[in-house]
Protein backbone atom coordinates (compact mmCIF):
# COMPACT_ATOMS: atom_id res chain seq x y z
CA UNK A 1 0.00 0.00 0.00
CA UNK A 2 0.96 3.34 -1.18
CA UNK A 3 2.49 5.36 2.48
CA UNK A 4 1.17 8.98 3.03
CA UNK A 5 4.13 10.50 2.14
CA UNK A 6 4.99 8.83 -1.43
CA UNK A 7 3.92 11.19 -3.69
CA UNK A 8 4.37 9.39 -6.79
CA UNK A 9 3.69 6.20 -6.94
CA UNK A 10 6.75 3.59 -8.67
CA UNK A 11 5.43 1.67 -11.68
CA UNK A 12 3.85 -1.14 -10.03
CA UNK A 13 1.67 0.76 -7.83
CA UNK A 14 1.08 2.36 -10.97
CA UNK A 15 -0.02 -0.82 -12.67
CA UNK A 16 -2.18 -1.80 -9.76
CA UNK A 17 -4.25 1.42 -10.24
CA UNK A 18 -5.99 -0.06 -13.76
CA UNK A 19 -5.92 1.60 -16.68
CA UNK A 20 -7.54 4.48 -16.47
CA UNK A 21 -5.78 5.72 -13.29
CA UNK A 22 -2.25 4.75 -14.71
CA UNK A 23 -2.81 6.86 -18.02
CA UNK A 24 -3.71 9.81 -15.28
CA UNK A 25 -0.41 9.07 -13.83
CA UNK A 26 1.18 9.04 -16.76
CA UNK A 27 -0.35 12.20 -18.33
CA UNK A 28 0.38 14.51 -15.59
CA UNK A 29 2.21 17.44 -16.25
CA UNK A 30 5.94 18.15 -15.04
CA UNK A 31 5.68 21.27 -13.00
CA UNK A 32 8.37 24.03 -13.30
CA UNK A 33 9.94 25.40 -10.76
CA UNK A 34 8.45 28.58 -11.57
CA UNK A 35 5.29 27.86 -11.41
CA UNK A 36 6.13 26.09 -8.39
CA UNK A 37 7.31 29.59 -6.71
CA UNK A 38 4.08 31.25 -8.13
CA UNK A 39 1.59 29.15 -6.30
CA UNK A 40 3.98 28.87 -3.25
CA UNK A 41 3.89 33.16 -2.46
CA UNK A 42 0.18 33.11 -4.18
CA UNK A 43 -0.40 31.49 -0.50
CA UNK A 44 0.95 34.61 1.49
CA UNK A 45 2.52 32.56 3.87
CA UNK A 46 6.18 31.77 1.58
CA UNK A 47 8.68 33.97 0.27
CA UNK A 48 11.41 32.06 -1.80
CA UNK A 49 14.82 33.47 -2.33
CA UNK A 50 16.60 32.81 -5.46
CA UNK A 51 20.06 32.18 -5.42
CA UNK A 52 22.02 34.94 -6.81
CA UNK A 53 23.56 34.27 -10.37
CA UNK A 54 26.91 36.32 -10.95
CA UNK A 55 26.84 38.18 -14.29
CA UNK A 56 29.13 37.28 -17.27
CA UNK A 57 31.95 39.47 -17.97
CA UNK A 58 31.58 41.07 -21.48
CA UNK A 59 33.47 40.47 -24.21
CA UNK A 60 32.39 43.20 -25.89
CA UNK A 61 31.14 46.02 -23.68
CA UNK A 62 28.38 48.03 -25.28
CA UNK A 63 29.06 51.99 -26.09
CA UNK A 64 27.54 54.24 -24.35
CA UNK A 65 29.11 53.63 -20.72
CA UNK A 66 32.39 55.11 -20.78
CA UNK A 67 33.45 55.34 -17.12
CA UNK A 68 34.84 52.60 -14.84
CA UNK A 69 33.44 51.75 -11.35
CA UNK A 70 35.31 48.83 -9.18
CA UNK A 71 33.75 47.03 -6.47
CA UNK A 72 36.08 45.99 -3.74
CA UNK A 73 35.88 43.53 -0.77
CA UNK A 74 39.14 42.53 1.30
CA UNK A 75 38.74 39.46 3.47
CA UNK A 76 41.19 40.13 6.67
CA UNK A 77 42.46 38.88 10.06
CA UNK A 78 41.14 40.92 12.06
CA UNK A 79 39.44 44.89 12.18
CA UNK A 80 42.69 46.73 13.06
CA UNK A 81 44.37 48.10 9.77
CA UNK A 82 47.44 48.71 11.39
CA UNK A 83 48.18 45.27 12.99
CA UNK A 84 45.88 42.76 10.69
CA UNK A 85 45.95 41.57 7.22
CA UNK A 86 44.20 40.78 4.30
CA UNK A 87 43.59 37.43 3.17
CA UNK A 88 41.64 37.76 0.16
CA UNK A 89 41.02 40.38 -2.37
CA UNK A 90 37.36 40.29 -4.37
CA UNK A 91 37.22 42.51 -7.60
CA UNK A 92 34.54 43.38 -9.70
CA UNK A 93 34.98 45.87 -12.49
CA UNK A 94 31.61 47.24 -14.49
CA UNK A 95 31.15 50.27 -17.00
CA UNK A 96 28.71 53.08 -15.85
CA UNK A 97 27.53 56.50 -17.29
CA UNK A 98 27.43 60.25 -16.01
CA UNK A 99 23.78 59.36 -14.79
CA UNK A 100 25.08 56.28 -13.10
CA UNK A 101 23.04 53.85 -15.31
CA UNK A 102 25.11 50.29 -15.37
CA UNK A 103 26.36 48.75 -18.99
CA UNK A 104 28.56 45.73 -18.13
CA UNK A 105 30.58 43.84 -16.30
CA UNK A 106 34.05 44.26 -17.87
CA UNK A 107 36.47 42.08 -15.36
CA UNK A 108 36.49 39.86 -12.47
CA UNK A 109 39.19 38.63 -10.21
CA UNK A 110 39.85 36.95 -7.05
CA UNK A 111 42.67 35.86 -4.99
CA UNK A 112 43.56 34.58 -1.64
CA UNK A 113 46.86 35.96 0.01
CA UNK A 114 48.99 34.47 2.53
CA UNK A 115 49.48 36.44 5.35
CA UNK A 116 52.94 36.59 8.38
CA UNK A 117 50.59 35.16 10.87
CA UNK A 118 48.04 32.40 10.95
CA UNK A 119 44.53 33.00 10.69
CA UNK A 120 42.19 33.53 13.68
CA UNK A 121 39.88 30.84 14.54
CA UNK A 122 37.42 33.51 14.78
CA UNK A 123 38.24 34.54 11.19
CA UNK A 124 38.53 31.23 9.70
CA UNK A 125 34.56 30.57 11.36
CA UNK A 126 33.45 33.92 9.68
CA UNK A 127 34.72 33.58 6.10
CA UNK A 128 35.57 29.97 5.65
CA UNK A 129 39.19 30.50 5.16
CA UNK A 130 41.66 28.54 6.87
CA UNK A 131 45.39 28.80 6.59
CA UNK A 132 46.16 26.05 4.08
CA UNK A 133 43.84 27.47 1.70
CA UNK A 134 46.02 30.67 1.74
CA UNK A 135 49.43 29.01 1.81
CA UNK A 136 51.50 29.86 -0.98
CA UNK A 137 49.16 31.80 -2.49
CA UNK A 138 49.78 35.77 -3.28
CA UNK A 139 47.32 38.68 -4.86
CA UNK A 140 48.78 39.71 -8.36
CA UNK A 141 50.22 43.13 -8.25
CA UNK A 142 49.78 43.60 -11.79
CA UNK A 143 46.02 42.48 -12.20
CA UNK A 144 45.17 44.45 -9.18
CA UNK A 145 47.10 47.47 -11.25
CA UNK A 146 44.89 46.66 -14.43
CA UNK A 147 41.67 46.99 -12.76
CA UNK A 148 42.26 49.59 -10.09
CA UNK A 149 43.75 52.32 -12.05
CA UNK A 150 41.71 52.86 -14.99
CA UNK A 151 38.90 52.98 -12.21
CA UNK A 152 36.56 56.51 -12.13
CA UNK A 153 35.34 55.45 -8.64
CA UNK A 154 36.12 52.58 -6.45
CA UNK A 155 32.85 51.43 -4.53
CA UNK A 156 32.77 49.38 -1.10
CA UNK A 157 30.14 48.21 1.52
CA UNK A 158 31.48 49.84 4.50
CA UNK A 159 34.46 51.89 2.68
CA UNK A 160 35.81 53.20 5.90
CA UNK A 161 36.74 49.72 6.59
CA UNK A 162 37.67 48.46 3.30
CA UNK A 163 40.17 51.66 2.23
CA UNK A 164 42.04 51.93 5.32
CA UNK A 165 43.17 47.96 4.65
CA UNK A 166 43.61 48.18 0.97
CA UNK A 167 45.66 51.20 0.85
CA UNK A 168 47.88 49.91 3.71
CA UNK A 169 47.63 46.57 1.07
CA UNK A 170 49.17 48.26 -2.31
CA UNK A 171 49.65 51.84 -3.52
CA UNK A 172 47.27 51.31 -6.71
CA UNK A 173 44.05 52.31 -3.76
CA UNK A 174 45.84 55.55 -3.13
CA UNK A 175 44.63 58.70 -4.84
CA UNK A 176 41.44 57.44 -5.74
CA UNK A 177 37.70 58.42 -5.45
CA UNK A 178 35.80 56.24 -3.16
CA UNK A 179 32.62 55.88 -2.34
CA UNK A 180 30.83 53.57 0.57
CA UNK A 181 27.30 52.01 -0.26
CA UNK A 182 26.47 51.67 3.27
CA UNK A 183 26.72 55.44 4.60
CA UNK A 184 25.92 56.92 0.84
CA UNK A 185 22.61 55.49 0.02
CA UNK A 186 19.29 55.81 2.08
CA UNK A 187 18.49 52.36 2.31
CA UNK A 188 15.46 52.93 4.42
CA UNK A 189 13.76 54.99 2.30
CA UNK A 190 14.34 52.82 -0.77
CA UNK A 191 12.13 50.37 2.02
CA UNK A 192 14.93 48.24 3.35
CA UNK A 193 15.00 47.35 7.19
CA UNK A 194 18.75 47.20 7.23
CA UNK A 195 22.43 48.15 5.48
CA UNK A 196 24.21 44.97 6.38
CA UNK A 197 24.32 42.96 2.50
CA UNK A 198 22.96 40.09 3.79
CA UNK A 199 19.56 41.96 5.07
CA UNK A 200 20.03 43.57 1.31
CA UNK A 201 20.27 40.63 -0.49
CA UNK A 202 17.29 38.46 1.63
CA UNK A 203 15.15 41.78 1.14
CA UNK A 204 15.43 41.96 -2.57
CA UNK A 205 14.50 38.06 -2.65
CA UNK A 206 18.33 36.42 -3.14
CA UNK A 207 21.02 34.83 -1.12
CA UNK A 208 24.48 34.19 -1.99
CA UNK A 209 27.74 32.35 -0.47
CA UNK A 210 27.94 35.01 2.10
CA UNK A 211 31.85 36.56 3.31
CA UNK A 212 33.81 35.32 0.32
CA UNK A 213 34.74 38.41 -1.24
CA UNK A 214 33.88 37.95 -5.09
CA UNK A 215 30.44 36.57 -4.10
CA UNK A 216 30.00 39.49 -2.25
CA UNK A 217 31.50 42.08 -4.70
CA UNK A 218 28.66 40.80 -6.87
CA UNK A 219 25.68 40.66 -4.73
CA UNK A 220 26.75 44.21 -4.19
CA UNK A 221 26.36 45.18 -7.96
CA UNK A 222 22.84 42.96 -8.65
CA UNK A 223 21.62 45.38 -5.21
CA UNK A 224 23.31 48.62 -6.63
CA UNK A 225 21.29 47.82 -10.48
CA UNK A 226 17.77 47.18 -7.87
CA UNK A 227 15.33 49.62 -10.13
CA UNK A 228 17.03 50.88 -12.72
CA UNK A 229 14.90 51.97 -15.14
CA UNK A 230 11.81 52.62 -13.42
CA UNK A 231 10.83 55.91 -11.51
CA UNK A 232 13.08 56.03 -9.06
CA UNK A 233 16.54 56.30 -9.56
CA UNK A 234 19.06 52.84 -9.26
CA UNK A 235 20.70 52.84 -5.97
CA UNK A 236 24.03 53.00 -8.03
CA UNK A 237 23.03 56.74 -9.13
CA UNK A 238 22.49 57.93 -5.88
CA UNK A 239 25.79 56.45 -4.65
CA UNK A 240 27.30 57.91 -8.00
CA UNK A 241 25.96 61.45 -6.88
CA UNK A 242 26.89 61.64 -3.35
CA UNK A 243 30.21 61.11 -4.22
CA UNK A 244 30.05 63.87 -6.46
CA UNK A 245 29.42 66.10 -3.54
CA UNK A 246 31.77 67.71 -0.96
CA UNK A 247 31.05 67.01 2.63
CA UNK A 248 31.91 68.43 5.92
CA UNK A 249 33.26 66.46 8.62
CA UNK A 250 32.25 69.04 11.96
CA UNK A 251 34.29 67.71 14.90
CA UNK A 252 32.37 68.36 18.49
CA UNK A 253 35.97 69.12 20.19
CA UNK A 254 36.18 68.97 23.92
CA UNK A 255 32.24 68.43 23.91
CA UNK A 256 30.90 67.58 27.46
CA UNK A 257 31.16 64.26 28.76
CA UNK A 258 27.59 64.11 29.82
CA UNK A 259 26.46 64.69 26.34
CA UNK A 260 28.30 61.66 24.43
CA UNK A 261 25.30 59.81 24.69
CA UNK A 262 22.98 62.74 22.92
CA UNK A 263 25.81 63.09 20.66
CA UNK A 264 25.82 59.66 19.81
CA UNK A 265 22.45 59.56 19.50
CA UNK A 266 22.48 62.12 16.62
CA UNK A 267 24.90 60.16 14.41
CA UNK A 268 27.82 61.21 15.86
CA UNK A 269 31.02 58.61 15.97
CA UNK A 270 34.20 58.38 18.55
CA UNK A 271 37.60 59.12 17.48
CA UNK A 272 40.55 58.24 19.40
CA UNK A 273 43.41 60.22 17.60
CA UNK A 274 44.33 57.10 16.12
CA UNK A 275 43.84 58.37 13.00
CA UNK A 276 46.35 61.60 13.64
CA UNK A 277 42.63 64.12 14.47
CA UNK A 278 41.65 65.02 17.63
CA UNK A 279 40.17 62.30 20.48
CA UNK A 280 36.27 63.90 19.74
CA UNK A 281 33.04 63.15 18.60
CA UNK A 282 32.31 64.36 15.01
CA UNK A 283 29.68 63.49 12.33
CA UNK A 284 29.85 63.96 8.53
CA UNK A 285 26.94 66.15 6.51
CA UNK A 286 26.35 67.81 3.38
CA UNK A 287 27.59 71.15 2.48
CA UNK A 288 24.07 72.92 3.03
CA UNK A 289 24.06 71.54 6.60
CA UNK A 290 26.97 72.54 8.12
CA UNK A 291 25.41 76.23 9.69
CA UNK A 292 22.55 73.99 11.32
CA UNK A 293 24.99 71.00 12.64
CA UNK A 294 26.84 74.46 14.00
CA UNK A 295 23.42 75.93 15.50
CA UNK A 296 22.48 72.67 16.89
CA UNK A 297 26.60 72.15 18.89
CA UNK A 298 25.85 75.61 19.94
CA UNK A 299 22.61 75.19 21.38
CA UNK A 300 22.10 71.56 22.60
CA UNK A 301 25.82 70.99 23.58
CA UNK A 302 28.28 73.38 24.01
CA UNK A 303 25.55 75.77 25.67
CA UNK A 304 27.12 78.79 24.98
CA UNK A 305 26.43 80.54 21.36
CA UNK A 306 30.07 81.67 20.12
CA UNK A 307 31.52 77.76 20.75
CA UNK A 308 33.05 77.08 17.24
CA UNK A 309 33.44 73.40 16.30
CA UNK A 310 36.30 72.74 14.12
CA UNK A 311 34.62 72.20 10.39
CA UNK A 312 37.13 70.13 7.44
CA UNK A 313 35.25 69.55 4.07
CA UNK A 314 36.06 66.09 2.15
CA UNK A 315 35.90 64.52 -1.35
CA UNK A 316 35.50 61.03 -2.75
CA UNK A 317 39.19 61.03 -2.76
CA UNK A 318 39.89 61.74 0.86
CA UNK A 319 36.80 60.69 3.03
CA UNK A 320 37.25 57.15 4.67
CA UNK A 321 41.00 57.12 4.47
Given amino acids: MMQQFDFFPDESEASALGPRRRRAVNRAPATSHDELVRQLEATGRYRVLSKLEPRPIAPDPRAGFPMRGVIVDAETTGLN ?61 HRLRSLI ?27 KAWACSVSEIDWAARGFDGTKLGYLIGQAGYF ?26 SPFSELYRSSQRQRARIIAEHSPFEMKDQLKKRGYKWSDGSDGGPKSWWT ?36 YK
Fill in 149 to 175: EPADLIIAHFAAFDRPFLEAFSPVFHR
Fill in 208 to 233: HEAHRAVDDCFALLEILDRGHGESDS
Fill in 81 to 141: HREDEVIEIGIVSFSFDALGAIGDVTDVYGALHQPTKPIPNEITRLTGITNDMVAGHIVDP
Fill in 284 to 319: EVDEQAVQEEINYLRAEVYGWEDADPLVTYTTAFDR
